[in-house]
């Protein structure tokens, strides 16, 4: 038989349109292979529920063997491809860089693209950094040489013997999750089709407005973002097709800014004077928080407790925190709305809203997640302009005239808390607070 070939799976957990996959499977035998790092920032716990269950998933489809391992990718994929005797290949990723080029160094593997639709250094020699101009570009890149998805590939199976399995341990409100999620590529490909049926009727801004739902499948590779691009022109759904375009715009500006989820991408934002900076505390490093070390009856620490847990006193903001803790995913809307209460009303660092995200978000990237807390806070690259902050109570009664939204995820409103902070002085006082850094 002929050598095998491994198949580092990481955001590409499919076999439709699996460039990788593909090119091992012309070249002989293939193995499967996912490493659950232990370098570089861990994944947050609701994305790691998805991921188990897309790994079991992708483990019943694939016809050959799926090694899980834990630890380091740079001495891991290299052992194994030495104790198989196998070439390597994977799909690129537009972070962690320096462990894939150390991988390929030791082991001469073959990458190819299919995470996003463009290349980061493709639409144009230097990148943009306004969203309008490179959404025109990448559209004309895109509807110039339309992609074209590959098809299941006919797989050999390597002979190795039993594979290995590690399991992580599921977080405390899995149950939940699962209730509201369905991950893998089959559950992919049927949410696009439902979606696409319904597509004419697209919108974003409304709380009970049609969108595809597809943010933790395209987050984890469960399907193409060719395939999906395809389909949005094809249905003539060019509103969405244009968000797509935001999910590459933010991996084109992290594979750019790598240091995104941890530094104000604007450094006149380092002058700002937010209520609790993350590296002030005691402790505490870039990598990771020492919440152990801070004092949990400080006010800002009470006023972060009570946005995590939905009970800021503000009705939309609470009903999207209370919406991500049961279904791991929020309204692209609420997103924005109580990134805002966060970051200006309460005065807190976007990168404690950043960090919870990470960990209850079953979608967090670490592009979209950095990129969009960025723009939330004003810091970021083609940002919202600080003084733009959202007010809660207007942008309920306009996108959610009815109150279902907020009905459906704060039913209990009888021992509903005083708002923590007054709409309207909160937002005075942030704009004295950005009047000190705006002209530096
Ligand atoms: C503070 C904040 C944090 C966010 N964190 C994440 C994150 O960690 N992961 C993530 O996938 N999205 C993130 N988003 C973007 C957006 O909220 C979600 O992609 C969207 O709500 C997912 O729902 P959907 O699939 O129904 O989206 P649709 O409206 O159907 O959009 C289709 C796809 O386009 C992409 N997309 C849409 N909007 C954006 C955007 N603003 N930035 C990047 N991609 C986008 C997503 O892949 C999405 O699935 C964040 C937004 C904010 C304001």
């Known amino acids: 038989m002929s050598t095998p070939t491994i198949v580092w799976f990481r955001d590409d957990l499919r076999l439709a349109d699996n460039a990788a996959l593909t090119w091992a499977t012309e070249r002989g035998p293939v193995v499967g292979l996912y490493v659950h790092e232990t370098v570089g920032r861990g994944i947050g716990r609701a994305a790691a529920w998805w991921l188990r269950h897309s790994l079991d998933a992708l483990r019943e489809s694939l016809p050959a063997p799926l090694i899980e391992l834990a630890g380091d990718p740079r001495e891991i994929v290299p052992r194994l491809a030495r104790e198989l005797g196998a070439a390597v290949t994977w799909n690129r990723r537009y972070h962690l860089t320096d462990i894939d080029a150390e991988v390929k160094e030791a082991t001469g593997a073959v990458s190819h693209p299919g995470y996003l639709l463009t290349e980061p250094w493709d639409v144009r020699a230097t990148p943009y950094r306004v969203f309008t101009p490179f959404f025109n570009a990448a559209r004309s890149v895109l509807l110039d040489a339309p992609p074209t998805p590959l098809p299941v590939p006919h797989i050999t199976p390597a002979d190795i ?9 599921e977080p405390a409100w899995a149950a939940s999750l699962a209730q509201h999620n369905t991950p893998g590529e089959g559950a992919a490909r049927e949410q696009l089709k439902r979606f696409i049926a319904a597509s004419a009727d ?20 469960e399907i193409s973002p060719a395939e999906v691009w395809l389909a949005a022109v094809d249905a003539g759904a060019w509103a969405f097709a244009r968000q797509l375009l935001w999910r590459d715009f933010a991996w084109h500006r992290y594979y750019h800014v790598p240091d995104m989820a941890t530094k104000n991408v604007r450094r006149k934002f380092d002058r700002f004077d ?21 004092d949990p009856g400080a006010q800002h620490m009470k006023e972060l407790a009570a946005w995590q847990s939905g009970r800021t006193g503000i009705p939309l903001v609470d009903a999207g925190m209370r ?44 592009a979209s997640n950095a990129f969009n807390w960025q723009w939330v806070a004003g810091s970021g690259d083609d940002a919202a302009p600080y003084f733009r902050i959202f007010n809660p109570l207007t942008q309920a009664e306009k996108f959610d005239p009815h109150g279902s939204y907020v009905a459906r995820w704060l039913p209990d409103t009888a021992d509903y808390s005083e708002p923590m902070a007054d709409v ?3 937002r005075l006082r942030a704009l004295v607070a950005y009047d000190d850094i705006k002209n530096g």
């Open 161 to 169: 013997g039993p594979a290995t399995v590690y399991a992580p341990a």
């Open 202 to 221: 697209y919108d974003n801004n409304a709380l009970d407005g049609v969108t595809s739902g597809l943010s933790p499948h395209l987050r984890f590779g």
């Open 274 to 294: 937010w209520e609790w900076t993350p590296n002030a505390v005691p402790g505490s490093t870039d990598a990771a928080f020492a919440h152990a070390e801070m």
């Open 323 to 366: 919406e991500l803790w049961a279904t791991g995913r929020m309204h692209n809307r609420v997103r924005m709305v109580s990134g805002s209460w966060l970051t200006k009303n309460l005065g807190i660092h976007w990168r404690h809203g950043e960090e919870w995200f990470w960990d209850t978000l079953v979608d967090a990237d670490a």
């Open 424 to 426: 309207k002085q909160s």
